[in-house]
């Protein structure tokens, strides 16, 4: 017998936080539908069971009165990955900041450059992901991405040794695959599990 409803974890095909409904596979954005009625309870300026129920009844018929093509951003949730990459981020966001603040007030002056660092994914939602993610770490910062070759272009203070800049390659890899785990499809987490790709060449380098 064919369920009327069938939720996200029932069909991973499906976009998250949505539902499939009726025999026609007709699809329903939960969050939409959310907002809608959230929209209808605003207009009655009053917050009652009845115009809550109302307003369901309301998004739901708009919605498949009026179907919005299915566009698939390509993102999942994966509570464990979650849980990986923000228990990551909170250490190496601690440690780059030690590192950094050591390096300003202890030691010479250091050299930095900006490095190649080509990514596996593919995505936008990835990419613009790991990019936003490095970022937001001390001691590093993305100053260009090249959606072609799916390569970001990383600002590194400390540049001194051929092995730093190893070591913030390194970084950015291990965030993208983080990042993926977490949000990706199975497709880009099986990409992330092959080696990274030739690193390109350090340029701009700078005193």
Same mark, same amino acid.
Request: hydrophobic residues 50%; positive net charge.
């Given at each position: $017998?064919?369920? %009327?409803?069938?939720?996200? &974890? +029932? ?12 025999? +026609? ?7 939409? !539908?959310?907002?809608?009625? &959230? ?26 009165? &009026? /179907? ?10 994966? %509570?464990?990955? !979650?849980? $990986? ?7 190496? $966001? ?17 050299? #930095? ?12 939602? $990835? ?31 400390? #540049? ?8 913030? +390659?390194?970084?950015?890899? +291990?965030?993208?695959?983080? !990042?993926?785990?977490? &949000? ?16 390109? /060449? ?6």
């Amino acid at each position: $017998m064919r369920r %009327p409803f069938k939720l996200t &974890f +029932r069909n991973k095909d499906l976009p998250p936080f949505s539902c499939e409904f009726g025999v +026609r596979g007709r699809v329903l954005d939960l969050p939409l !539908i959310a907002w809608l009625t &959230f929209i209808w309870v605003l207009l009655w300026s009053s917050l009652h069971l009845a115009n809550v129920l109302t307003g369901v009844v309301v998004a739901v018929a708009v919605c498949l009165a &009026f /179907p919005l093509p299915r566009v698939d951003l390509g993102l999942r949730l994966h %509570p464990w990955g !979650i849980l $990986m990459l923000t228990g990551y981020l909170l250490y190496d $966001m601690y440690t780059s900041g030690v590192r950094v603040t050591r390096q300003i007030f202890v030691g010479h002056p250091h050299r #930095a450059a900006v490095i190649a660092v080509p990514l596996r994914c593919r995505s936008d939602l $990835m990419l613009a992901a790991t990019a936003v993610a490095v970022s937001n770490v001390p001691g590093g910062s993305i100053v260009e991405v090249r959606r072609a070759t799916s390569t970001v272009f990383l600002h590194v203070l400390d #540049a001194d040794q051929p092995a730093a800049l190893d070591a913030a +390659r390194r970084s950015v890899w +291990r965030l993208e695959r983080l !990042i993926v785990r977490a &949000f990706g499809t199975s497709d880009e987490i099986a990409r992330v599990a092959e080696p990274p790709p030739p690193a390109g /060449p350090e340029r701009g380098a700078h005193a």
